[in-house]
């Protein structure tokens, strides 16, 4: 029973070797960056070519897959629109359920960014579904123009930079840590949505909008926590 166990044919344990695979001897190594990612950060910035302009603010979520400079993920957004200017008062919420593709166009490795780390450049493009609710106004708020919810396909383009930081021995989740900063830009065309102009309870139609007028778009600031493993 013991030479069953212990005979040559037996090799169930992992080699020392394999077991440090992920490990960096030399802290300046250049960067393999596989695996999958995961991501979480905060967007902020404004919708053009609504009833009203908006400011946005919210938070995103996205996890997908990197093939060295090529990374390819699925991100959920969500936004709540505010007036523009000092007051907070909330017009309405979006959401958006989109894949991106992310390439790093230029990267400074460790030799200028220290040990294990790099900084890289990156460009970004892709499409989502977008869903935009507009709230009817309370009873003490001043009337307004409400739009009709709306759900569209956007075209997605951006820019940025990230730092990316690799665990010289990692053990287990994760393996590298990233922040990233960038410019979003998204578009779709413009419809001539219904809507109706509200005080409180009591609401009329609107006057439509041409559908020629806009393209509907918005520009947002990102900032994002990444992990990969």
């Given at each position: 029973m013991?030479?069953?166990?212990?005979?040559?044919a037996?090799g169930?344990?992992?080699s020392?070797?394999?077991?440090?695979?992920?490990y960096?001897?030399?802290?300046?190594?250049?960067?393999?960056?596989n695996?999958?990612?995961?991501?979480?950060?905060?967007?902020?910035?404004?919708?053009?070519?609504?009833?009203?302009?908006?400011?946005a603010l919210?938070?995103?979520?996205?996890?997908?897959q990197?093939w060295g400079r090529?990374?390819?993920?699925a991100?959920y957004q969500y936004?709540?629109?505010?007036?523009?200017g000092p007051?907070s008062?909330?017009?309405?919420?979006?959401?958006?359920?989109?894949?991106?593709?992310?390439?790093?166009?230029?990267?400074l490795?460790?030799?200028?960014m220290g040990?294990?780390?790099m900084?890289?450049?990156?460009?970004e493009?892709g499409?989502?579904?977008?869903?935009?609710d507009?709230?009817?106004?309370e009873?003490?708020?001043?009337q307004?123009?409400?739009?009709?919810?709306?759900?569209?396909?956007?075209?997605i383009?951006?820019?940025?930079a990230?730092?990316?930081h690799?665990l010289?021995?990692?053990?287990?989740?994760?393996r590298?840590?990233?922040w990233?900063?960038g410019?979003?830009?998204s578009a779709a065309?413009?419809d001539?949505?219904?809507?109706?102009?509200?005080?409180?309870?009591?609401?009329?139609?609107?006057?439509?909008?041409p559908d020629?007028?806009?393209t509907?778009?918005?520009?947002?600031f990102?900032s994002?926590?990444?992990f990969?493993?």
């Amino acid at each position: 029973m013991c030479l069953g166990f212990t005979g040559p044919a037996v090799g169930w344990a992992d080699s020392p070797a394999l077991l440090r695979a992920d490990y960096i001897e030399d802290p300046l190594a250049p960067h393999v960056t596989n695996g999958t990612i995961a991501r979480l950060g905060s967007s902020v910035g404004f919708v053009y070519g609504e009833r009203q302009d908006v400011l946005a603010l919210g938070g995103n979520i996205a996890i997908g897959q990197r093939w060295g400079r090529l990374t390819i993920e699925a991100e959920y957004q969500y936004l709540s629109f505010q007036v523009k200017g000092p007051s907070s008062q909330v017009l309405g919420d979006g959401q958006r359920l989109g894949v991106l593709g992310r390439y790093d166009i230029l990267r400074l490795g460790s030799e200028y960014m220290g040990n294990n780390s790099m900084l890289a450049l990156y460009v970004e493009g892709g499409a989502a579904v977008a869903w935009n609710d507009w709230y009817f106004p309370e009873a003490d708020q001043p009337q307004r123009t409400v739009a009709a919810d709306s759900k569209r396909v956007e075209a997605i383009t951006g820019f940025g930079a990230y730092l990316d930081h690799r665990l010289q021995e990692p053990i287990g989740f994760p393996r590298r840590v990233a922040w990233f900063l960038g410019w979003r830009m998204s578009a779709a065309p413009h419809d001539s949505d219904p809507a109706v102009v509200c005080r409180g309870s009591s609401c009329r139609s609107a006057t439509p909008m041409p559908d020629a007028r806009y393209t509907d778009r918005s520009m947002l600031f990102q900032s994002s926590l990444a992990f990969t493993w």
